[in-house]
């Protein structure tokens, strides 16, 4: 249990900048994630934290103490890895063992507090097994097992999820994260699955290119994302890029007039709305007020039981997604028809195009 | 600090590694190079010993034959390979280890065994071709062209018939049936799925038994006859009693190299784009056949194998027949292994020794080397992985030649000596362990090691309880196939050894030329339990692959 403070992290890899600069700081006792596309720099985030990566330069502190010279086998630091690298020659219990083996500590010891890790993934009664006699998901419930077994200030882990089938990701997932409560460890973990991210974090970092774009909770991540990277990144969204604007904020879309106070003065905006926050309707539906009423043609609709997910072709030009909840059998048009989409102005996202930062709406 | 160090070690692994190959086979092949460019007398730059190959008849024919013989040993290991791979991986063929098994002691005893175990059953005394004569088949000695070729048909044949095997069962039976819905009939099937996609295999094993037959030594000289080829022609040049001709024995090494590179680069050119590494979601089944098929074809099978193991079996047999001197007498006994044990136990204890000591140096650098090869990528590495090559190409004849003219001059005068045969050995065969080592850690995935690391394992105990343990099943089996080779090398033996390094098979080999059978057979029944031990042992360790020999 330890806090976690990442300074000015740097780290060129000939012809990739991997970490730019990176500035963190992971409060003790959290679930951190490190969420971002492959090669945005998350892994060598968690790398350097394990010691297998030396930054080029940046601290590296936890608990107060720089850990930057110390060698990753005096870290004190548990992982869980992606391809699980349970020792394949050594029983589930002699792979737990490794760990307190290597502290020294005496054999009574090391044989209860084996038991006991086992107990807590649930493999209690295995430690006898070799690990070709595993599934994926109890490897890796080993590799967790021996991760946590030596009381690690902090956890790592790098994509643990990534290589086991759908169903056996969602239970692990929160058997990971029931453990991590339960024993109070500072966790960094490293995902490319938003919806994982969402679902398991105290807090995201959102990571593309070298740098954090925006450091939140899973709610402010996905209610309020910063960037129009976060944007598309973390959940649907629609985007309409390059809308116009005329005098205080008027937009240049749509078939009943619609203003933004606060993007009085610019030229031009990026809108962003999530497929779930569009209201469909007819042609003749009604115009809702204080939204952007959009019309197009229906281009494609895929039916899912409690939702039904519609692709519009917007007489304006862009493509936008629209959900709809617990869809009735006359609700559902038919490609080709004609319909109406209501944007509540409150829903809508905006970002400035040439940077993609988000422009807050004044409250 | 750790970091540092290790980064030494390595470097100094790498540095070491860079030494030896230089010194044991960069500078040997230069030596080669420039005595075939060197007029013997003046001394002088010269072309003429290359000429004298292509314009005097008696080495013109060498090199003639040396291609019919390459080309024709290729022909029949394939023409026997192909046939039995194919009968065994698509139909049910009782006893298929058994075949496996007999095609491995083929593919592992020596050569020269063959050769002269042919001559007791069908030389001018033999006694299988006194047998047809008196059932009225009037059958030639077999000395000359047909001998070599079947002796290395018989020989090589396992090479093919074990790669395209592999090859075979790596073909998803998807493919196949995909082309039979697309409307591909049984033959166009075969020539335009399954053949592309074993050519890879069978153009390997077809290679490698071109380059093994036209580097061989021991089989020509026993039952060529009158055939001359490179191999011999250069030992003879190198070796003739009244002052050698180096220049043209040189010249005829540098002709036998370009050859084997030319065959090697062809072969990679002819499966360039051929990675047939595919998903394996079904196993390839095999099929039931009718009874007359299914006769014909175990027929086909056990003619093949028994063919390739019966030199082993006359010769143990022959071991055991009663001998006074060289002449053998009706009954058994164990006269000869009485003999052998009498007049030469220094030449079987000189092979043990030397070929357990190379190996042990084979096994320590071939691990350490690999290990840098297959988890640094510096130029260096890739320097020394490209002349790693050079002793799959390069025939014993002309290594020992190389040796011969390199090493007898001070400061590394060590001819005449047993550190010359052992570094031999060593030379020949460290590549194989280099480059097995290297791929089994490139199946050990790099994150298992940082995960002992992270555990609180220093970098050195990581290796020590973690890598190591996986790498030592295919480290001993590759020590053992190692040994298998050195005890059973003869053609560079031959040309370095002296009285008192004299090994078994070049024993074997002189005996053979003074007719001293019985002597011989004892010898090769020793060598032959060795390696039959030796391959239970790699059997037992890599889970009965057969591929693990090639």
């Known amino acids: ?363 | 600090m750790s970091r540092r160090s290790r980064l030494d070690f390595w470097s100094g692994v790498l540095i070491v590694a860079l030494a030896v190959v230089v010194l044991l086979m960069l500078l040997p092949l230069y030596r080669i190079f420039a005595a075939s460019l060197i007029d013997n007398r003046s001394g002088v730059l010269t072309l003429a010993n290359f000429t004298q190959i292509l314009g005097r008849p008696a080495y013109e024919a060498a090199l003639v034959n040396s291609l019919i013989v390459g080309a024709g040993g290729m022909v029949g290991a394939t023409l026997l390979g192909i046939p039995l791979a194919a009968l065994t991986t698509r139909f049910s063929i009782a006893g298929r280890d058994l075949l496996a098994t007999l095609a491995v002691l083929a593919l592992v005893s020596p050569p020269f065994i063959g050769a002269y175990a042919w001559i007791m059953m069908l030389g001018s005394n033999g006694w299988l071709r006194a047998l047809l004569g008196e059932v009225g088949i009037g059958l030639p000695p077999i000395y000359g062209m047909f001998g070599i070729l079947l002796v290395f048909s018989l020989k090589f044949y396992p090479f093919v018939f074990l790669l395209t095997s592999s090859g075979l069962g790596a073909i998803s039976p998807s493919l196949e049936e995909a082309a039979e819905s697309l409307g591909a009939g049984p033959w166009r099937r075969f020539f335009k799925v399954t053949l592309p996609l074993v050519l890879p295999a069978v153009s390997s094993g077809a290679l490698l038994a071109f380059v093994l037959s036209i580097a061989d030594f021991g089989t020509p000289s026993i039952v060529g006859g009158q055939v001359r080829l490179l191999a011999t022609t250069a030992f003879d040049l190198f070796t003739a009693e009244m002052g050698g001709n180096p220049g043209l024995a040189s010249a005829t090494s540098v002709v036998l190299i370009a050859i084997s590179m030319a065959v090697v680069v062809l072969q990679r050119w002819a499966v360039r784009r051929r990675d047939v590494a595919g998903s394996l979601i079904r196993r390839p089944s095999t099929r039931r056949l009718g009874p007359v098929a299914s006769v014909a074809a175990h027929v086909a099978c056990y003619a093949i194998v028994l063919a390739g193991a019966l030199p082993s079996l006359v010769i143990i047999v022959t071991s055991f027949r009663k001998t006074r001197g060289p002449v053998f007498h009706p009954g058994f006994g164990v006269d000869s292994y009485a003999r052998i044990l009498g007049e030469v136990p220094q030449v079987i204890a000189n092979s043990f020794t030397y070929s357990t000591v190379a190996v042990a140096m084979i096994v320590v650098f071939g691990t350490l080397i690999g290990y840098v090869l297959s988890r640094r990528d510096t130029m260096a590495s890739g320097v020394l992985d490209g002349v790693l090559l050079i002793p799959y190409i390069v025939p014993g004849v002309v290594m020992g030649l190389a040796f011969a003219v390199t090493f007898n001059v001070p400061p590394l005068q060590i001819t005449g000596t047993a550190a010359i045969i052992v570094l031999m050995l060593f030379v020949r065969r460290l590549p194989y362990t280099v480059r097995s080592s290297a791929a089994i850690l490139k199946q050990i995935k790099g994150g298992i090691e940082e995960a002992a690391i992270i555990l609180g394992a220093p970098p050195w105990r990581a290796f020590v309880k973690v890598t190591l343990p996986l790498m030592l099943p295919g480290v001993i089996a590759g020590a053992l196939m190692s040994f298998i080779t050195a005890i059973n090398e003869l053609s560079s033996s031959l040309i370095l050894y002296v009285g008192r390094t004299m090994t078994m098979p070049v024993r074997i080999y002189l005996s053979v030329l003074d007719g001293e059978f019985g002597t011989a057979s004892a010898l090769s029944t020793i060598l032959l339990v060795a390696t039959g031990i030796a391959v239970f042992a790699v059997f037992r360790i890599s889970d009965r692959k057969e591929s693990a020999f090639i």
């Open chain 1, 1 to 363: 249990m330890a806090r976690v403070e990442l300074h000015r992290i740097h780290k060129l890899y000939p012809g990739v900048l991997a970490l730019d600069d990176v500035d963190l700081a992971i409060e003790s006792g959290e679930f951190f994630t490190l969420l971002g596309p492959s090669g945005c720099g998350k892994t060598t985030m968690l790398r350097t934290v394990a010691g297998f990566t030396r930054q080029d330069s940046g601290e590296v502190r936890v608990a107060g103490e720089r850990i930057d010279a110390v060698p990753a086998h005096r870290r004190n630091i548990g992982m869980v890895f992606q391809d699980y690298a349970i020792f394949p020659h050594l029983t589930v219990g002699e792979n737990v063992a490794f760990g307190l083996v290597n502290r020294g500590r005496p054999r009574q010891e090391i044989d209860r507090r084996v038991a006991h890790a086992l107990d807590l993934v649930r493999l209690g009664g295995y430690a006898a097994r070799l690990p070709h006699q595993l599934s994926g998901g109890q490897q890796q419930r080993v590799g967790l097992a021996r991760a946590v077994v030596i009381e690690p200030q902090i956890l790592l882990m790098d994509e643990p999820l990534s290589n086991l089938d759908a169903k056996l990701r969602v239970e692990l997932r929160d058997d990971i994260r029931d453990l991590q409560r339960s024993l109070g460890i500072t966790t960094i973990y490293v995902t490319h699955d938003q919806e994982e991210a969402l679902a398991i974090s105290d807090r995201i970092g959102v990571m593309q290119g070298g740098r954090v774009h925006q450091v939140g909770t899973p709610w402010e991540i996905y209610a309020k994302p910063k960037t129009l990277f976060v944007a598309s990144f973390v959940g649907a969204m629609n985007v309409i890029e390059g809308v116009a604007l005329g005098d205080g904020g008027s937009l240049s879309l749509g078939i009943v007039p619609c203003r933004a106070p606060m993007l009085a003065g610019r030229r031009r905006v990026t809108i962003a709305v999530r497929p779930e926050d569009t209201r469909l309707a007819g042609a003749d539906g009604d115009v809702a007020g204080n939204a952007l009423v959009l019309e197009g043609v229906v281009d494609k609709v895929a039916f899912a039981g409690r939702e039904a997910f519609y692709r519009v072709q917007l007489d304006e030009g862009a493509q936008v997604q629209a959900h709809v909840q617990r869809p009735e059998p006359r609700s559902l048009e038919r490609p080709g028809a004609r319909v109406r989409l209501n944007l509540p102005l409150a829903r809508l996202h905006w970002f400035d195009p040439p940077t993609g930062t988000r422009i807050e709406a004044a409250t």
